[in-house]
């Protein structure tokens, strides 16, 4: 097993806030979206943002981490977000990318939000066949990430593990898994984890992510506004410990760009060290 | 087992129901029913909305501003969503809320979307001209939205005209107007 690198998530224009990252980060994780600007429905990634990342490219490493490619929409995925994907390949070398197993979009109309989709045979046909596209298309690996439900699920054939399974057999990709998102999904919904993890085959596993989030209307939702709970840290060193993802190779620490300030830069470069203390220096490989 | 609907059917009929567009039919399958009457959809919307929020605070800050303090906000950004099919980038959503807000709503509100439009518009270095009729003097609103403390002694009796130009030093300049000359703005313009 590798050493488990560590990261967070970096959305560009925070120049005093990226020269403190780099030192700690082994890696910047960002979304083409929220690196892009758009005119007369044309998106294309901002050239200031994108000249910040070339300036550091040689520094740390880059994975990038989709919000708008709505794989799951069932009338095709964003075409803009594959520009804006290609034009990131043209310029930074990426270790590899992701996006949510969920649609935003439906017939070109934003949702707004993310939406899980159901586990069917048609979508699981619809999104192994995206993925394979996908992964043809831009050749470094391609992950999918848990979505927290936040509607009430629609009868499914699979289960939330075996879905995730068979997407990823049938096509090879990897997978982020969203602890705190798991930890939404068994508050507002019942999952559980235990046996979604048993069910889980863990080696899929590239990628942590660690978030927090607020409770709202009685809901835990995943809006990434703060600093991982002691709950999150211990569920996932809980998974570690007992489901040993042979695979995993990174743990990121999101949080919304929007939030930056509020927690305080000083607060997410703590939180980081404490993550490299955590899971980096303590990790079966490196001990 | 159940009969799954086509996906196509389901995230139609799951569209409707976040853009509160549509309402199940006696046909339909009860899940839909149950997610219409769901908590679970408020807070799909909600934070729908609460993302859409964030993005125009950032991007029109003084219109912005001004809804919350007049206690708009919500209902306003509610409205602008369930009308329109928006763009996921502010910069395209960004004017186009302003450009409706200057249209669809009356008084301060349209004329500080339109204020800031064109503020908007000069500072990204396009050519510019308008001319906005105020029932009140600007400067101590613009004051109050800039220090986010916009109060009743804000707005100052008067009748002020301000040009909003890319030729001018600053972006505009506010004469004040004997009450003749006074344009009241349309209900809708």
Partial sequence: MKPVLIGTTYEGGRPDFLEKLLPIVDYLEFSPDSLATSRNGVASINPEKLAE??????????????????????????????????????????KWHSEHLAYMFVEGINLGTMVTLPRTNETLSMVC????IIQERYK?????????????????HYSHADFLNRICDNTGCGLILDIYNLQCDAYNHGLNIESFLKELNCNHIK????????MDSGFMTDIHAGLTSDTTLNLTQQILDSYRPANLEAITYELLD???ERVGQEAIVNELEKLKVLFYEKSLATC | MKNHLPLADLQQKILGLVKDSYLPEYTDENYFHSVSKSLNLQLVRAIALWWRQNHLE????????????T?????????YFQASNHSSFIEETGPDFLHWLSKNTIGLTSIIARFELGMIAINKNEVYEDEIFWPCDPFPIIYGLVQNDLSNESIQS????MTLSDKIIGSFEVEEISPFQFQPIPPYL
């Avoid at chain 1, 929409?73 to 930074?92: A, I, T």
């Avoid at chain 1, 990628?207 to 607020?214: I, K, N, Q, R, T």
């Avoid at chain 2, 950032?58 to 303090?69: D, H, I, N, V």
């Fill in chain 1, 53 to 94: 990342l070339k300036e550091v490219n040689n520094k740390v490493d880059f994975l990038v981490h989709g919000v708008g490619l709505s794989i799951g929409s069932y009338d095709g995925v964003s075409k803009n977000y594959l520009k804006l994907l290609d034009e990131l390949f043209e310029n930074l070398d990426l």
């Fill in chain 1, 129 to 132: 066949d995206r993925v394979n």
């Fill in chain 1, 140 to 156: 470094i690996p391609f992950l999918l990430e848990n979505v927290v439900s936040l509607l009430p699920e629609y009868h499914s």
């Fill in chain 1, 207 to 214: 990628e942590f992510h660690l978030a927090s989030g607020y």
């Fill in chain 1, 258 to 260: 929007e939030f930056v």
């Fill in chain 2, 58 to 69: 950032r991007y029109c800050f003084f219109t912005a501003r001004f809804l919350k303090a």
């Fill in chain 2, 71 to 79: 206690g708009q906000m919500e209902t306003t950004t509610a409205r």
């Fill in chain 2, 158 to 161: 008067g009748e002020f005209c």
